[in-house]
């Protein structure tokens, strides 16, 4: 287990929890109401801010219950979360939904928060890399 230390900014928001034992991604809340029309988009506070041990990111991630039934997801996603941050966690939500506009609700869940271990990379400069059988294909080189 990973030892996560939080400040509440808004006392009257739940913690952060995980909805069944095993999952990987924890519920964040929205402290505020307020409604995003179709294609908007909003920045919304989450009532917390954590301190991330070294060597760990989290991951803002959407709610796949949110982009199934509203076409509400995460713009960033993942929103990344670095381990030295220590400001409110806040979640860039859109409405992807063509005509209905999505309303959130204090105390709503609004997306989900995985923690992951990350490394520091050292880059090291060549005038060519190692070849491989993919080589330079990407963006749909193997198929649709």
Do not use: W
Not at 89 to 98: A, E
């Amino acid at each position: 287990m990973l030892r996560v230390t939080l400040k509440r900014i808004d006392p009257g928001i739940p913690l952060p929890e995980y909805a069944h034992e095993g999952d990987a991604g924890c519920d964040l809340r929205s402290p505020v109401d307020l409604i995003i029309g179709p294609g908007e988009r909003a920045l919304i506070p989450t009532g917390i801010a954590i301190a991330i041990p070294e060597g760990y990111a989290g991951f803002v991630q959407p709610r796949s219950g949110l982009a199934a039934k509203h076409g509400v997801t995460v713009l960033n996603t993942p929103g990344l979360i670095d381990s030295h941050y220590r400001g409110e966690v806040k979640v860039i939500l859109i409405n992807l939904d063509p005509r209905k506009p999505f309303r959130v609700k204090r105390g709503d869940k609004i997306c989900q928060l995985v923690f992951k271990r990350v490394e520091t990379a050292i880059f090291e400069e060549v005038e060519s890399l190692p070849e491989t059988e993919r080589g330079e294909g990407g963006f749909g080189s193997t198929g649709i």
